[in-house]
């Protein structure tokens, strides 16, 4: 079971929201489209879900807000990674109409993204389900947002693989050829890197077995068709965890999950994600 996530840190939000801040308003925080509306004009106003969602991004919605203007109220009707349907209220507003109209975009740009990979997420979670495999996110993140992407996975259901380079060694095709052989590459990286946990991947079962016998913590079966896995399963007898990867797609996942694969990561969930669809309207009272 994936417990809830903790956000990235405070610091970290803030850098993201002032540097999409900055791409909207520029050095000088220029917004002449707002600075036509009277500076001391205070509205409502709310933001609605059009479409069924798992909603993620409140904290850097909230940060937006307050880096733009810290005197603008935000009333939540939504929990962060609850489920909502179409037409949903998530939010009410008031303050500056000028700052709720300058602070829109980026705001909701940062809901809207993190909303769709927890979504699409909950998706892939959701149909497997009942079997023992579960989700893994990838690398393969929008640039600037890894940490943000990684915690809306978890909202979504779904469990992180290595953050980065760093936390983990995946030994591929390139780092074996380069080694001579993947005895040769995990003894190295087992060597030089004794305390990061090693992954490698194989494409064949031949190279199962090779990995096998040099007692790594995870091997991933790259773009193996159903029975290779299913023979992947029995080989390795649950020795060594087993992740799937390399076409997966939310039609053919659960197929994947019922060969008895431990994991089953793609990057579609991070990089094949389409916005949640979300307005903010003023309320005309």
Known sequence: ????????????????????????????????????????????????????????????????IQQCDSAISIDWHISEGQQVGANTLLCSLQGSARHLLSAERSALNFLQTLSATATQTHHYVTAIADTGARLL??????PGLRLAQKYAVCCGGGCNHRIGL???????ENHIIAAGSII?????????????????????LEQLREALDACVNRILLDNMDLENLRQAVKLTAGKTPLEASGGVELQTIREIALTGVDYIS???????VRAIDLSMRFIDK
């Open 1 to 64: 079971m994936t417990l809830f996530p903790t956000p990235p840190s405070l610091e970290d939000i803030r850098t993201q929201c002032a540097q999409s801040l900055a791409e909207d308003l520029g050095k000088t925080g220029s917004d002449p489209s707002a600075a036509l509306i009277p500076e001391n004009k205070v509205l409502q106003a709310e933001v609605i879900c059009r479409e069924a969602a798992i909603i993620c991004g409140r904290p850097w919605f909230d940060e937006i």
């Open 137 to 142: 996110d990838t690398r393969k993140t929008l």
């Open 166 to 172: 760093y936390d983990m060694i995946m030994l591929k």
């Open 184 to 204: 040769e590459a995990v003894h190295q990286a087992k060597q030089r890197f004794p305390n990061i946990a090693i992954e490698v991947e194989v494409e064949n």
């Open 266 to 272: 793609t990057g579609a969930i991070t990089k094949h």
